[in-house]
């Protein structure tokens, strides 16, 4: 339940990650959720936790994607969570922990694509999905003009897309 009267001003942002890995095929591992927006392989960075560790972490465990070499930080913004955020019971909780956001960018050669826990992927991620970047860009700017609660965040995403082309 949200809390009306939390200075949201005051809370921490909550650490994240995400990764654009580009295959052998120039494809990028994305997913399209379906529920109109794309999803790229990331999530929370754990306390005291390497950023690009749990970046690996996250890749693994979501999408089976195995890097190769290192990954090359491109960027970091914060961005403040809107009131209508939180959908699910999870994201509830954060939005009364958390204002939004702290989200670190990286760029990553796939090395190899495996399913991570055997037949299954993390809740969410139904299989490996490399995708055309065009594909992505063009599923993102679906929602332009973007809400300015996520603009930042959604114009650095087709920057790094457009870099990748």
């Known amino acids: 339940m949200k809390n009306k009267n939390l200075d949201r001003s005051k809370l921490p942002f909550r650490k994240n990650?995400?990764?654009?890995?580009?295959?052998?095929?120039?494809?990028?591992?994305?997913?399209?959720?379906?529920?109109?927006?794309?999803?790229?392989?990331?999530?929370?960075?754990?306390?005291?936790?390497?950023?690009?560790?749990?970046?690996?972490?996250?890749?693994?465990?979501?999408?089976?994607?195995?890097?190769?070499?290192e990954l090359k930080k491109i960027g970091q913004i914060n961005f403040v969570w809107s009131p209508n955020w939180a959908k699910s019971e999870k994201q509830k909780n954060r939005y009364n922990e958390f204002q939004g956001e702290e989200m670190h960018f990286f760029i990553g050669e796939v090395k190899e694509l495996v399913c991570p826990k055997g037949d299954s992927y993390e809740e969410g991620w139904e299989n490996n999905v490399d995708m055309e970047i065009k594909e992505v860009v063009d599923i993102i700017k679906r929602d332009f003009p973007f809400d300015k609660d996520i603009k930042e965040y959604r114009e650095f995403q087709l920057k790094i897309l457009d870099s990748l082309k």
Do not use: H, M, W
């Open 17 to 69: 990650c995400e990764g654009y890995f580009i295959c052998k095929n120039r494809k990028i591992i994305a997913q399209d959720t379906k529920k109109g927006y794309i999803e790229f392989p990331g999530g929370g960075i754990d306390n005291n936790e390497d950023i690009s560790k749990a970046l690996l972490r996250e890749a693994y465990e979501e999408a089976g994607v195995i890097i190769e070499g």
